[in-house]
């Protein structure tokens, strides 16, 4: 597999998103698109271009890794995979929209980053749904979880495959924080998704949508006075730097997932899909046996780095966001009941 693409491959793709620009579009993929040929014998042979917004070292790029390997191995190698990290193809809302256009065929990152395309998609970020990880895995293993990913996926015109535990969103701080009062008019960085700004003004605080890699500086400068995310990336992005208290308030449990371009996924002969779908199914259940351990592996790294750990009530937090889901996301009220009934 191809570890390393090119900056001229990469350049030629974004202008191929400029010409698409102003939405994701449902068009056709190009007549001309190799990356689903049929070779001369009518056998599928495909370069698929997988794209992830973290790098080398991060356990979703080792998965999303494991999962070109495995498209490969099932393939006998007639679908080979170009595997891009970072931001080399751009944001990830430059991807979700181009990949119509061919500017990536598979992308990994969480269900939530698809609410610009499908309002279903907040269910992702709801906070304080589950009782903790055993609770997680079961529901998005049910028959609901596969009702959710396939509503969430045909509103917003995506394949969404596997399912990969993120890990418990954490909040770190320049200062200590315990209770619900304590968060009153905290400036936090939170991702630019509604579920995320709703849940953070709904707590009383002062959230501001800002890229991840610029919120370790504006932390510096006093922009904002923390952020939150699951452990492992408030480690991976240094925070513990400049956040000297990490409180578990454990909002959100959310999944990253492999995203295809649906009419890309569906044009794509039987046994194509089919790898696909083995290929990301095992590389999520690979990450997901390997998050658990990690999660205490980072605490403790925290810890010695000089972090100190803040436990909160949980209930009291969860008691703050009754009534939440029903005043300003109705349309996940189903939902968001079905998930608490299988605690």
């Known amino acids: 597999m191809k570890r390393i693409a090119s900056l001229a491959l990469a350049l030629l793709m974004m202008a191929t998103l400029l010409v698409g620009c102003g939405g994701r579009a449902d068009t056709e993929k190009p007549a001309d698109d190799d990356t689903a040929a049929p070779a001369e014998d009518g056998a599928y042979t495909?370069?698929?271009?997988?794209?992830?917004n973290t790098?080398?070292?991060?356990?979703?790029?080792?998965?999303?890794?494991?999962?070109?390997?495995?498209?490969?191995?099932?393939?006998n190698g007639s679908i080979t995979c170009d595997l891009y990290g970072g931001t080399q193809l751009g944001s990830g809302q430059e991807l979700l929209e181009g990949m119509s256009y061919g500017v990536a065929n598979v992308y990994a990152e969480s269900i939530g980053t698809l609410a610009p395309f499908s309002d279903y998609a907040n269910i992702d970020a709801v906070p304080y749904l589950y009782s903790g990880y055993d609770h997680f895995i079961k529901t998005w293993n049910s028959?609901?979880?596969?009702?959710?990913?396939?509503?969430?996926?045909?509103d917003a015109g995506f394949k969404i495959l596997g399912g990969m535990y993120r890990g418990a969103r954490i909040t770190t701080a320049k200062k200590e924080m315990k209770t619900v009062d304590?968060?009153?008019?905290?400036?936090?960085?939170?991702?630019?998704?509604?579920?995320?700004?709703?849940?953070?003004?709904?707590?009383?605080?002062?959230?501001?949508?800002?890229?991840?890699?610029?919120?370790?500086?504006?932390?510096?400068?006093?922009?904002?006075?923390?952020?939150?995310?699951?452990?492992?990336?408030?480690?991976?992005?240094?925070f513990y730097e400049v956040c000297p208290y990490w409180i578990k308030t454990n909002h959100v449990y959310s999944q990253d997932c492999f995203f295809m371009d649906l009419n890309f996924f569906n044009e794509?002969?039987?046994e194509a899909q089919e790898i696909a779908e083995r290929a990301a199914k095992e590389a999520s259940e690979w990450r997901n046996g390997?998050?658990?351990?990690?999660?205490?592996?980072?605490?403790?790294?925290?810890?010695?780095?000089?972090?100190?750990?803040?436990?909160?009530?949980?209930?009291?937090?969860?008691?703050?966001?009754?009534?939440?889901?029903?005043?300003?996301?109705?349309?996940?009220?189903?939902w968001a009941d079905g998930i608490r009934a299988m605690a």
């Open 182 to 238: 304590d968060f009153k008019g905290f400036k936090l960085r939170a991702p630019g998704i509604d579920v995320y700004v709703k849940t953070w003004e709904w707590l009383g605080a002062t959230p501001t949508p800002l890229a991840i890699t610029e919120t370790y500086t504006a932390i510096q400068q006093g922009t904002v006075d923390g952020q939150e995310n699951p452990i492992s990336e408030c480690w991976n992005y240094g």
């Open 290 to 334: 390997q998050m658990v351990e990690r999660e205490a592996e980072v605490e403790q790294k925290a810890i010695d780095a000089g972090v100190t750990i803040v436990d909160v009530d949980t209930k009291e937090f969860m008691d703050k966001f009754d009534g939440f889901v029903d005043e300003v996301f109705p349309n996940l009220v189903e």
């Open 268 to 270: 794509l002969p039987a």
């Open 55 to 75: 790098s080398e070292g991060d356990i979703l790029y080792e998965a999303v890794a494991k999962f070109c390997d495995l498209v490969e191995e099932y393939s």
């Open 143 to 154: 028959d609901l979880g596969k009702e959710m990913r396939t509503t969430i996926g045909e």
């Open 46 to 52: 495909g370069n698929w271009i997988v794209a992830v």
